[in-house]
């Protein structure tokens, strides 16, 4: 059964989401259309889910294996799941089990599992490749020493490179969260150069994933072309 009130209430953050995206495209001379919506339904419930399936939404992005695994479970099977979160190694067989895409892939020792995985889930004819993005890193070196936030942007094309060898995997771009140091504007426009230059090596890989609610608009006029929202449609997670 679904809840009235948390239905209009999604459905206004939905309509004030979308129309804030069509603004901030328009307003650099990009079709609209060209920016996919990805809602963020991490720690939200599976009721949330299923009011935003019948508003029209059919790709959701989750962090958690188990989380993600229990919502997509079962889930009409037109939705795709975008898996953003930390990759870990002992999660990576129950990942595929309920992911569409991974957007966050940075490290060569997963990609081999990733690939592992897809090769003994398919029959022998048939390997249906699991779309990727490599996730980078917008932070400082210094910050990037201490965490796993991506890759070192200089080190992209190497990755890339290494990558290309697993045949399980389809490189569909890049992912990128801005930190939380520097503005979004600065921190997007120094990565628009950075998938500048990998579109010219790849320029199959055409989806650059970035934007959250607190800088989405800013990701859009640097060339964002999916932009992954949560809380302002939402509303506040009261856990995390
Ligand atoms: C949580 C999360 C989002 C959505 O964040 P909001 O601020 O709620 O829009 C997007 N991308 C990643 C990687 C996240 O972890």
Avoid at 11 to 24: M, Q, V
Wanted: aromatic share 8%; charged share 25%.
């Amino acid at each position: 059964m679904v809840n009235e009130i948390r239905s209009n209430e999604i459905a206004l953050g939905l309509a004030n989401a979308k129309e804030r995206i069509t603004s901030a495209a328009i307003s650099v001379k990009r079709d609209p259309s060209e920016i996919a919506l990805i809602v963020v339904t991490k720690t939200f419930p599976k009721s949330d889910v299923e009011i935003l399936y019948e508003l029209g939404i059919r790709d959701f992005g989750e962090n958690r294996d188990q989380e993600g695994s229990l919502k997509a479970d079962e889930f009409h099977l037109d939705a795709k799941w975008h898996f953003q979160g930390q990759i870990q190694s002992n999660k990576i067989k129950s990942i595929l089990s309920w992911a569409d895409v991974i957007h966050s892939l940075a490290d060569l020792d997963h990609a081999k599992r990733i690939n592992d995985r897809v090769f003994l889930a398919a029959d022998k004819s048939n390997v249906s490749k699991i779309p990727i993005l490599i996730q980078v890193s917008l932070d400082s070196d210094l910050v990037r020493s201490e965490g796993r936030n991506g890759i070192d942007p200089k080190e992209i094309e190497k990755f890339a490179e290494s990558i290309m060898q697993f045949e399980g995997l389809e490189l569909k771009g890049l992912m990128a969260v801005a930190p939380i140091s520097e503005i979004p504007e600065s921190a997007f426009a120094r990565l628009a150069g950075i998938f500048s230059d990998f579109q010219r090596i790849y320029p199959d890989a055409k989806w650059l994933s970035a934007g959250m609610s607190g800088d989405f608009e800013s990701a859009i006029h640097h060339g964002a072309t999916h932009v992954r929202l949560g809380s302002s449609i939402l509303g506040n997670r009261s856990y995390l």
